[in-house]
């Protein structure tokens, strides 16, 4: 074999061991997130307060350790990035505002149908919503509630930090950028089945009925998990993606039917597909990398190959 081959036939054998070690570090950070809702053994429903405050504990300890998931893949595929481990995770200074606003306000705009919709349905005006918006008891009431803190602070920081910061980085090496996008929402998509077991245990339908939610809540929490990840590695920061996933589970999965058969169908239906348009208008734009300085998670791409170079730089720049 010539020498050309043999560094051709190493190159392919470090890549296929730096992908299954992406692959089961990913797998084993999914299986830890899961897996610690379950160690505290209760015959109460998801939504008790002691079931909530309990896992509380669980996934904020994996959280907690999991960037250590990340130092151990490092070593292991001897990948050697250019930043340090939290700049990989997006905690950085460095462009933070536009971070924080830009992609929040794109979610806002796609919502837009939904948000309308709400309004008008909503029996408070815009200056009642606005004096309860910043009443004290009321924060005070929310951050008391188990379940506003679970779905608006804890959910969305703890699986955009376990299922974005920490998976992006071990996978793109392996897939390159774009296809790092698509296969990290994987992992959080199926890690949603294990609502499937609790439905189950506390007869919440039938078998049919909760397999079929199941599969609707994966497709669609895949989807949202590719939209958060691409943030993630546009941004180079993790607040754009926690913040936008607080904003979606405070107004929930569009309800298109009810907006269907609305009094005003029409101009609900208008600001829906006005709402996507503009979504899809200004992803890009909006999502420009030059509001956020230096993305460290665009250097990890491969650089092995000229392809995967070619493919990153579209979606880094």
């Not at 974005?164 to 990290?184: E, K, Q, S, Y």
């Amino acid at each position: 074999m010539s020498a050309e081959g043999e560094a051709a036939a190493a190159a392919g054998g470090a890549g296929s061991g730096l992908c299954w070690a992406s692959l089961f570090s990913c797998l084993g950070l999914a299986c830890s997130y899961v897996g610690s809702l379950y160690v505290w053994k209760s015959h109460l429903p998801r939504d008790h307060p002691a079931v909530i405050k309990r896992r509380f504990t669980s996934v904020l300890v994996v959280s907690t350790f999991s960037p250590v998931f990340i130092w151990v893949w490092k070593e292991v595929t001897g990948i050697k990035p250019d930043a340090s481990l939290l700049t990989l995770m997006g905690f950085r200074l460095e462009g933070i505002l536009p971070a924080t606003l830009l992609p929040l306000l794109l979610t806002v705009i796609l919502f837009l149908g939904p948000l309308i919709q709400l309004s008008m349905d909503c029996p408070w005006d815009m200056v009642d919503g606005l004096r309860v918006a910043f009443d004290p008891r009321f924060w005070v009431l929310c951050l008391t509630d188990m379940r506003w803190l679970r779905n608006q602070v804890i959910a969305p920081f703890t699986e955009e930090l376990v299922f974005r910061a920490c998976m992006v980085p071990m996978l793109v090496p392996c897939t390159g950028v774009g296809l790092a996008i698509v296969t990290c929402p994987l992992f959080f998509g199926v890690a949603h089945f294990h609502h499937v077991i609790e439905q189950l245990r506390f007869r919440q339908g039938s078998r049919a009925s909760i397999f079929l939610s199941a599969v609707f809540q994966f497709s669609y929490t895949a989807i949202f998990g590719a939209y958060t990840a691409f943030l993630f590695i546009r941004t180079g920061h993790l607040i754009g993606p926690v913040l936008c996933h607080s904003f979606c589970n405070y107004v929930g999965f569009p309800a298109v039917g009810a907006a269907l058969e609305h009094s005003q169908c029409f101009l609900v239906v208008f600001f829906y597909l006005l709402g996507v348009a503009l979504f899809f208008l200004l992803l890009l734009p909006m999502t420009d990398p030059v509001f956020f300085g230096h993305l460290p998670i665009c250097s990890l791409s491969r650089l092995t190959s000229p392809a995967d170079g070619l493919s990153s730089s579209s979606w880094c720049s």
